[in-house]
Nanobody
Framework: QVQLVESGGGLVQAGGSLRLSCAIS????????MTWFRQAPGKEREFVAL????????DYADSVKGRFTISRDNAKNTVYLQMNSLKPEDTAIYYC??????????????????WGQGTQVTVSS
């Protein structure tokens, strides 16, 4: 059974940084795309960033491009989201997600099979 556990959220002032982690258990293959989503209060869950394979390709939402960096440590079976220059509009619950099948890639929330419990990020102005 695949499990995803996020950590690293918290309260930070605008302009600050946080690093989120997503620990993966139940499988180790880097063939699986790993993705971060977020959901702000009253809004739909939205795509943030994804990493394909062992880290050769990444994709970012326009709203975070240049400020956020997704990476993975295969030895630790963990995916990270480094968030810099945070803005109040980045406030949300952040989730990591993955597909059941390898080599799938995409931004659609409903396409993903495995989800973590989420970690709260709050950016104060």
């Amino acid at each position: 059974q695949v499990q995803l556990v996020e950590s690293g959220g918290g309260l930070v002032q605008a302009g600050g940084s946080l690093r989120l982690s997503c620990a993966i258990s139940g499988r180790t293959s880097t063939l699986y795309t790993m993705t971060w989503f977020r959901q702000a209060p009253g809004k739909e869950r939205e795509f943030v960033a994804l990493i394909i394979g062992s880290g050769g390709s990444t994709d970012y939402a326009d709203s975070v491009k240049g400020r956020f960096t997704i990476s993975r440590d295969n030895a630790k079976n963990t995916v990270y989201l480094q968030m810099n220059s945070l803005k109040p509009e980045d406030t949300a619950i952040y989730y990591c997600a993955s597909y059941r099948l390898p080599l799938r890639v995409g931004r659609g929330v409903s396409d993903y099979d495995y989800w973590g419990q989420g970690t709260q990020v709050t950016v104060s102005s």
